[in-house]
């Protein structure tokens, strides 16, 4: 079982910038892949970022070259840098941890299915 818990969130400005935190507890953070996903009011919850265990990072295109992933294994912690945001970035931010014993993931990252392990949410809200 794994633990997650969010920080970080909050209200900015387009434009403006925010890291979100993860710190899991409860299992060896090396035997998960962890992933950044969002979900606003009425839509479904997609995925924004993720990472491998290895480290090797993925993105969805509407967030490339603005957000970076990162994880440090020392603190058991995966961060979500967020730069240039814009209004559509609002939304409630889950952090996921999934199982690298599960196998395959650079074709599942995407899917909510493939991650066994959510926190609570951390809202972020950007206003134009």
């Known amino acids: 079982q794994v633990h997650l818990v969010e920080s970080g969130g909050g209200l900015v400005q387009a434009g403006g910038s925010l890291r979100l935190a993860c710190a899991a507890s409860g299992r060896t953070f090396s035997n998960t892949h962890m992933g950044w996903f969002r979900q606003a009011p009425g839509k479904e919850r997609d995925v924004v970022a993720a990472?491998?265990?290895?480290?090797?990072?993925y993105y969805r295109d509407s967030v490339k070259g603005r957000f970076t992933i990162s994880r440090d294994s020392a603190k058991n912690t995966v961060y979500l840098q967020m730069n240039s945001l814009k209004p559509e970035d609002t939304a409630m931010y889950y952090c996921?941890?999934?199982?690298?014993?599960?196998?395959?993931?650079?074709?599942?990252?995407?899917?909510?299915?493939?991650?066994?392990?959510w926190g609570q949410g951390t809202q972020v809200t950007v206003s134009s």
């Open positions: 996921a941890g999934a199982d690298v014993a599960r196998g395959r993931y650079n074709s599942t990252w995407e899917r909510p299915t493939r991650y066994e392990y």
């Open positions: 990472i491998r265990s290895g480290g090797t990072t």
